[in-house]
């Protein structure tokens, strides 16, 4: 059974960075694209990004781009999302999910983390 | 970008009447749509992908079709463990963006 499983909660300075993690247990790790989406307090869900850890690509949401870095690191099965230049409008829950189908993110995302909450606040 | 528009926002139904959720994308996506419902505080859930393949495990009240432009979700006996909220989403083309949700409540 494939499980996703994020860091805990931040909270951060404006202008800070911050880095999520996502483990994932169970099935392939590496043939697999993890995107990582957003949801702002009461607002709908926002796709920032991807990584497909065989090929070591990266395809973000142009909002993002020069703000946010995901890596994978495939001994420990992890990938990481960090997010610079962090301002209020940021505050957001991070979730990682799966995309379920091998090597590309452009597929459907069946397996999910449960979410990292990340306070941007002075 | 490809916008996906979602209608209705809200909708208020009673147990055991069929609901139907529509979703617009602003060009032609194939059937690279999928929906999910989405608990207060928990992470979203697949229901549907491909636009009409029910994901494992999903209960068979749920159904999704259409192609190119216009999708529909139709929930056939609405379950007390239905009221949620449910998102649209195109995997066509990056960023993979998703409908601005429907609430669905109890009426």
């Known amino acids: 059974q494939v499980q996703l499983v994020q860091s805990g909660a931040e909270v951060k300075k404006p202008g800070s960075s911050v880095k999520v993690s996502c483990k994932v247990s169970g099935g392939t790790f590496s043939n697999y694209a993890i995107s990582w989406v957003r949801q702002a307090p009461g607002q709908g869900l926002e796709w920032i990004g991807g990584i497909i850890p065989l090929l070591g690509t990266t395809n973000y949401a142009q909002k993002f781009y020069g703000r946010v870095t995901i890596t994978a690191d495939e001994s420990t099965r992890t990938t990481y999302m960090e997010l610079s230049r962090l301002r209020s409008e940021d505050t957001a829950v991070y979730y990682c999910?799966?995309?379920?189908?091998?090597?590309?993110?452009?597929?459907?995302?069946?397996?999910w983390g449960q979410g990292t909450l990340v306070t941007v606040s002075s | 970008d490809i916008q996906m528009t979602q209608s209705p926002s809200s909708l208020s139904a009673s147990v055991r009447d069929r609901v139907t959720i529509t979703c617009r994308a602003s060009q032609s996506i194939s059937t690279y749509l999928n929906w999910f419902q989405q608990k207060p505080g928990k992470a979203p859930k697949l229901l549907i992908y491909?636009?009409?393949s029910l994901q494992s495990g999903v209960p068979s009240r749920f159904s999704g079709s259409g192609s190119e432009t216009d999708f529909t979700l139709t929930i056939s006996s609405l379950q007390p463990e239905d009221f949620a909220t449910y998102y649209c989403?195109?995997?066509?083309?990056?960023?993979?963006?998703f409908g601005q949700g429907t609430n669905l409540e109890i009426k």
């Open positions: 989403q195109q995997s066509y083309g990056s960023p993979y963006t």
């Open positions: 491909s636009a009409s």
């Open positions: 999910a799966r995309v379920g189908k091998a090597a590309t993110l452009a597929g459907k995302l069946d397996y």
